[in-house]
């Protein structure tokens, strides 16, 4: 069973940057697709962005595109979301997500459809 765990997260100010990463415990993270969702406060959790098992393939959700990157390293069995221009807005509790699947180009955008989660790390970011 693949276990996740992010960290990266912290209080910053509007405008500011930070990057979140997630190491997963088993060199098969490279057969995974992987994705970062956050909640905030009294909001169902969201899809932020989601990546292929090669790294080839990314996908966002309209109001991060252009700010956050989302990337991984699978030698180092890690996937980052390098988050730019942040915005209060942005402020929540970020998870990485990860499942198998069987091509190089397959992504989730669904919660629903990946099977392992970590624990989170919390975004602050201040007006």
């Known amino acids: 069973q693949v276990q996740l765990v992010e960290s990266g997260g912290g209080l910053v100010q509007a405008g500011e940057s930070l990057r979140l990463s997630c190491v997963a415990s088993?060199?098969?993270?490279?057969?995974?697709?992987a994705g970062w969702f956050r909640q905030a406060p009294g909001k169902e959790r969201e899809f932020v962005a989601a990546?292929?098992?090669?790294?080839?393939?990314?996908y966002y959700e309209d109001s991060v595109t252009g700010r956050f990157t989302i990337s991984r390293d699978n030698a180092k069995n890690t996937m980052y979301l390098e988050m730019n221009s942040l915005k209060p807005e942005d402020t929540a509790i970020y998870y990485c997500a990860a499942s198998e699947v069987t091509s190089d180009t397959y992504f989730y955008t669904s919660g629903y459809e990946y099977d392992y989660w970590g624990q989170g790390t919390q975004v602050t970011v201040s007006s």
């Open positions: 088993e060199r098969i993270f490279r057969w995974y697709a």
């Open positions: 990546i292929s098992r090669s790294g080839g393939d990314t």
